[in-house]
């Protein structure tokens, strides 16, 4: 039985990993869900897994190096104090960490391996994110090497999604890359795509999946929003992964361009993902 996250059995799980949905959760119910526990939170955490910036960024700002290019202009404890008006954007990397979210955590993952198992898969990775925003900010457009189940606390969001695997929206060329080189931000929005997503409103109580490599960005509304999000790897998305990496490594050490990887399962991918590990070994990990 679900703990946290709750599924339509049907519609839902059809859905998942191709295209964005809403679904119920129960974090909210929690008492560390409120907005003074997840503050008090944030300021005991060590620094290294704390994330400030503005939340006034363009939407084709660079997430990964917000925190340096659009830093807050007061303190960490100022800026929580004050989130109705100090334009701030606090991202938390593993609250898990503290002793009182670990519980919270460890159901989460429960939940998403009772998932996996009734979808035939197993989760190989897994991690817990904390957001924290001032009213109207902006979580710029970016795609995760995951899939997300985001789970609304406080205020309201407005998620802004495309379906994975586009061609035309990303280029083969373009996620091959991304995926190959951790260090790699997704190729900006175009203007051509900015109305062409789905946009899912959730508020407290209510999250929204988004598949593995689907394109995103998040705008909260009129209030102080937080949420909290766990992002995670199949065996199935991990292969994808490994199939793109393989495709990376042939087109860039040997000039070849292989045959594209895309969201239905292929027998060759399952060779490529083979021939990568064997590359990974035969190359000493330097792939």
Known sequence: MYK???LDQEQQFSDFNKRSFKFNQSVVETPLASLDSLSEL??????????ASSSKVDINANLDTAHKEHKIECSLEHALENLATSDSFVMVRSPEID???????????NDLEQLAQELGTEITDSTLYLFITSPNGT???????????LMQLTGTKEVYTWEPWNKEQISDDELETFV???HKVAPSLRDEFVNTSTKTFIKPGEGAHIPYLAPHWVKTCDEVSA???????T?????KGLALRFNELVKRRLGIKLSPISGDKKISDAIKVFLFKVAAKLLSGKV
Do not use: M, W
Not at 99 to 109: A, H
């Open 4 to 6: 946290y996250i709750k």
């Open 42 to 51: 944030v300021l005991r955490l060590p620094p290294e897994h704390v994330y």
């Open 99 to 109: 002793e009182q979210y670990k519980e919270l955590f460890t159901g989460l993952k």
């Open 139 to 149: 979580t710029p457009y970016h795609i995760d090497r995951y899939s997300t189940f």
């Open 180 to 182: 190959a080189k951790t």
């Open 227 to 233: 949420s909290v999000s766990i992002i995670f790897n």
């Open 235 to 239: 065996k199935e998305t991990q292969k």
